[in-house]
């Protein structure tokens, strides 16, 4: 499975988008891109995946650069309970989701 | 509202009293996880039954036990909790869709304490 590497900390202000970078050199052609963030004294919460494609939801875009080596979350219109710590995994099947060290992101009012 | 529910939220056990978490699901998926997470570190995979198969990560101490008496339910044994064992423990799910899109709903986490 691919390593991946996110900053430790980013502070974002309350309305703008929250762009966070993730890079995954190593991946291999079948590794799926996840995100998933992590408030404070609650359990992972799943985002978004992605593949090779941009992806949108109702949470976030997940933009794949064309060669794969890096990944941007977007949160839109960040709000304060945005506030967390948000995973990126790169990996083949989902039955091990290694959670790397992740970026705290502070939403700041 | 289907979800995943730990029972306790904080557990205190003294070094070397074996414990238990439970974790209980009304989505009827297939797939449940246990995760360890030590203070300020990501979660990391104990081990996850598909359906009844027990599937051990390599580095899981044999401390470190997985009952699923049925879909719904599954319980994690620390036979003899050490200091080192003190950490967050979250119970996730998955379906078979899920499983392929990396989708796990993950509980709020028991808190174990061992003094």
């Known amino acids: 499975d691919a390593k991946t590497t996110q900053p430790p900390s980013m502070d974002c202000a309350e309305g703008r988008a929250a762009n966070l970078p993730c890079n995954h050199s190593t991946i291999s052609g079948n590794e799926y891109v996840y995100w998933y963030r992590q408030i404070h004294s609650q359990g992972p919460q799943y985002i978004i995946h992605?593949?090779?494609n941009n992806e949108t939801n109702e949470m976030a875009s997940l933009i794949i650069t064309e060669d794969r080596k890096s990944s941007t979350l977007i949160l839109p219109h960040a709000t304060l309970r945005d506030t967390a710590v948000y995973y990126c995994?790169?990996?083949?099947?989902?039955?091990?989701?290694?959670f790397g060290t992740g970026t705290r992101l502070t939403v700041i009012p | 509202d289907a979800m995943v529910i730990q029972n306790p939220r904080y557990q205190v056990t003294q070094f070397g009293k074996p414990v238990t978490l439970s974790c209980s699901q009304t989505?009827?998926?297939?797939?449940m996880y246990w995760y360890q997470q030590k203070s300020s570190q990501a979660p990391k995979l104990l081990f996850h039954y598909y359906d009844k198969d027990f599937n051990n990560e390599a580095d899981t101490p044999d401390n470190f036990q997985s009952r699923r008496p049925n879909t719904s339910f599954c319980f994690l044994d620390i036979r003899s909790p050490g200091l080192g064992d003190a950490a967050m423990y979250l119970c996730?799910?998955?379906?078979?869709?899920?499983?392929?899109?990396?989708?796990?709903?993950f509980g709020p986490g028991t808190r174990l304490t061992v003094l």
């Open positions: 989505l009827n998926h297939n797939v």
């Open positions: 995994i790169a990996l083949q099947g989902a039955n091990n989701l290694f």
């Open positions: 992605g593949l090779k």
């Open positions: 996730a799910t998955s379906s078979n869709r899920g499983v392929l899109t990396g989708e796990q709903f």
